[in-house]
C-alpha cells in the first residue's frame, strides 16, 4: 500500500510503500503510528511525518549523541544528560552506552513512550527499562523550569519539529533556550535537531541565531538520510567548548566513525 508521510505542515512529502501497519492511535497530542515501510523498515510517524525509520536510525542517533557525550562529559563517571523529547528512546540507548551516565527523558505524550516501549525495543534496545534512564511524562519547559540550576553535562533537544500546530511550538524559543542553558553545567553542551535545511531552511538559522546570543560558541552538523528527504542538520552550543571530537575506540557504533563525523561537520557546507 503506497502511503504518503508529510515532511512539513505546508503539505510537502514523501511516498512509500507501507507493507504493515504495526499500531496507530490518536493520543492527547498528536498521531501516533508505527509501520514496517519498503526501503525505511520500520519507523515511527507522529502526525503524519516520519521521525525515525530503522534504516537511518543509527546515522541519525549515533551522530546527535556520540560527540556531544564524548566532548561534554570527558572521564567523568558521574555524567548526567537531559533529553527533551525522544520517547522513543533511542537516544537514551546511546547515552548509556557509557557507564555510570544517567539519563532523564522528558516526554509529554506517554504513549509516544508506551508504543516505543512496545514496538521500538529492537531499536532502542530496551533502553526505556533501563535503570539508567529516567522517564519523566510531562511538558519538557515546565520540567526544566523547576529543576536546578547546572544539573546536567548535557542536553538534548529531540523534540518534534516546531510547527504552529504541534506539542513543541513553545520550545525552542529564546526564554526556553535561557532555562535550558541554566540546566546546563558550565562545561556543557546542548544540541538540538534543526530538520532539512532545504524543506525547512529557517529552522537551522534561527536556532543558531538564539544559541549565538546565550552561548560563546555555536556549531551545525548534518547528515545525509533517506527518511528525511536526502539531509538532516543538527545545531549545537557551549560556553567551553569551541569544537566537537568523537573517537570510535571509545564506544560501540554500527555507523558512526572518526571519518565520517569529520565529514558531517562539513557537510551542510555543500548545501
Not at 560527540?67 to 572521564?75: A, E, L, R, V, Y
Not at 562545561?187 to 536556532?207: E, K, R, Y
Not at 571509545?250 to 571519518?259: I, M, Y
Amino acid at each position: 500500500m503506497q502511503t504518503k508521510y508529510l515532511l512539513d505542515d505546508r503539505g510537502n512529502g514523501q511516498l512509500f510503500n507501507r507493507q504493515k501497519l504495526i499500531h496507530e492511535e490518536q493520543s492527547d497530542w498528536q498521531s501516533i503510528e508505527v509501520a514496517d515501510l519498503q526501503i525505511l523498515g520500520r519507523v515511527l510517524a507522529l502526525d503524519g511525518i516520519i521521525q525515525l525509520s530503522e534504516l537511518d536510525k543509527d546515522r541519525y542517533h549515533e551522530t546527535i549523541t556520540h560527540p556531544i557525550m564524548q566532548t561534554s562529559f570527558g572521564d567523568n563517571s558521574t555524567a548526567e544528560a537531559l533529553v527533551l523529547g525522544g520517547g522513543d528512546g533511542i537516544i537514551a540507548s546511546e547515552i548509556i552506552k557509557y557507564p555510570g551516565t544517567g539519563v532523564t527523558l522528558v516526554d509529554i505524550d506517554d504513549r509516544v513512550v508506551d508504543v516505543s516501549r512496545k514496538y521500538l525495543s529492537d531499536l532502542n534496545n530496551f533502553a526505556l527499562d533501563s535503570t539508567w534512564v529516567k522517564v519523566k511524562n510531562q511538558d519538557a519547559l515546565e520540567f526544566v523550569v523547576k529543576e536546578k540550576a547546572e544539573k546536567y553535562d548535557a542536553i538534548f533537544l529531540d523534540i518534534t519539529d516546531p510547527h504552529p500546530n504541534s506539542p513543541s511550538a513553545s520550545l525552542l524559543g529564546a526564554a526556553a533556550i535561557k532555562e535550558y542553558k541554566r540546566c546546563l553545567g558550565t562545561h556543557g553542551i546542548i544540541v538540538a535537531q534543526t530538520d532539512n535545511p532545504f524543506v525547512n531552511p529557517g529552522h537551522l538559522g534561527q536556532l543558531k541565531e538564539i544559541f549565538r546570543n546565550n552561548f560563546n560558541y555555536v556549531g551545525s552538523f548534518g547528515i545525509s538520510a533517506t527518511t528525511f528527504s536526502g539531509a538532516f542538520s543538527f545545531v549545537w552550543a557551549s560556553d567551553k567548548h569551541s569544537d566537537l571530537s568523537f573517537n570510535e575506540r571509545v564506544v560501540e557504533t554500527k555507523w558512526l566513525t572518526n571519518e565520517r563525523f569529520n565529514f558531517c561537520k562539513r557537510i551542510l557546507q555543500l548545501m
